[in-house]
């Protein structure tokens, strides 16, 4: 949502452990969903997405869930390894009109520790 | 999956140059590309809409003379910094979507720093 401008959160995990990345985005009628891992110096990639009529998806080793009720958004990352350290952003797509447009969230630093 | 190229990945120039930074959709048509702008660990700022053969939308507080935005075909966007200057130094990335597509692929960035 509406959190450009504020520091990254950081989050450190022990390699091998589960990482729970949560976001709270800003608008209710937003209707798609999207985490993007980005590593330095390089562009957002694509994780794996969620429509808002859905509130569990899963992908390799990644997991999003969906809370609507509370406007909430979290990425499970089983199994952390080395190569997951990066910064993780989510996104909410909000149709207007003719128009998409996707906002991102804050972004967090993710680190796994050896 | 689809492949956004952006060049160059990194420029210095000296301060009242103008820059082109270059996006491409390799293996798609891309209807509509966004440019961005990320200062360090901070979040993507979008600056400006940019669809194929028209004007592009930019966001409140970017200056459209500032940053010329050039849509000309489905496969290509420019973003071009005119008359650079230091406070314009920052990271910028472009993205595309494919028509009736939802997801968007971004370019690997651009790395600006003036001089």
């Known amino acids: 949502g509406e959190s450009v401008g504020l520091h990254l959160p950081t989050l450190s995990v022990q390699e091998g452990d589960n990482s729970i990345i949560n976001c709270a985005y800003s608008n209710s009628a937003s209707d798609y969903f999207i985490w993007y891992k980005q590593e330095s110096g390089k562009g957002p990639q694509f994780i794996i997405d969620i429509r808002s009529n859905m509130d569990k998806r899963q992908g390799q080793r990644v997991t999003v869930l969906l809370n609507k009720t509370v406007k909430h958004l979290s990425l499970q990352i089983a199994a952390t390894q080395p190569g997951d350290s990066a910064v993780y952003f989510c996104?909410?797509?909000?149709?207007?009109?003719?128009?998409?447009?996707?906002?991102f969230g804050s972004g967090t630093q993710l680190t796994v520790l050896p | 999956g689809a492949v956004v190229s952006q060049h160059p990945s990194r420029v210095i120039c000296k301060s009242g140059t103008s820059v082109k930074i270059e996006c491409r959709s390799l293996d798609f048509q891309a209807t509509t590309m966004f440019w961005y702008r990320q200062f360090p660990k901070k979040s993507l700022m979008l600056m400006a809409t940019s669809n194929e053969g028209s004007k592009a939308t930019y966001e409140q507080g970017v200056e459209k003379d500032k940053f010329l935005i050039n849509h000309a075909s489905l496969t290509l966007s420019t973003l071009t910094v005119t008359s650079a200057h230091p406070e314009d130094s920052s990271f910028y990335i472009c993205?595309?979507?494919?028509?009736?597509?939802?997801?968007?692929?971004f370019g690997s960035g651009t790395q600006l720093s003036v001089l």
């Open positions: 993205s595309a979507r494919e028509a009736g597509g939802e997801k968007l692929f």
């Open positions: 996104a909410e797509n909000l149709s207007s009109g003719s128009a998409r447009q996707l906002t």
